[in-house]
Nanobody, 116 residues
Framework: VQLQACGGGLVQAGGSLRLSCVLS????????VAWARQAPGKQRELFAL???????TYLDGAEDRFTISRDNAKNTVYLQMNSLKFEDTAVYYC???????????WGQGTQVTVSS
């Protein structure tokens, strides 16, 4: 399983970004895809995940300004981020979990920088 995250960039506070996580390889083996972020000097935190059927789960600490979704035809999971704040500045990663082995694969991360 390979993951390619993209869509990050520099945005002003109050703006929006949509991140994409493109999946390839043994996609049928994936049980869920998640988004995590790592702010400077902090630990990486998982905050949203989505099942193959599109059911989302938002974890403690998830921002209600963020929405996870997927397009199975494009093998892509999205993260829509609205009303961005300076504290949303972080590297955003996507992660895939394999159904049978419980192996976890991470994408390379995409930088989101919000200017105040």
């Amino acid at each position: 399983v390979q993951l390619q995250a993209c869509g990050g960039g520099l945005v002003q506070a109050g703006g929006s970004l949509r991140l994409s996580c493109v999946l390839s390889g043994s996609i049928d083996s994936i049980s869920e895809v998640a988004w995590a972020r790592q702010a400077p000097g902090k630990q990486r935190e998982l905050f949203a995940l989505i099942k193959p059927d599109g059911r989302p789960t938002y974890l403690d600490g998830a921002e209600d300004r963020f929405t996870i979704s997927r397009d199975n035809a494009k093998n892509t999971v999205y993260l829509q981020m609205n009303s961005l704040k300076f504290e949303d500045t972080a590297v955003y990663y996507c992660r895939a979990s394999v159904r049978t082995s419980h192996t976890v694969y991470w994408g390379q991360g995409t930088q989101v920088t919000v200017s105040s």
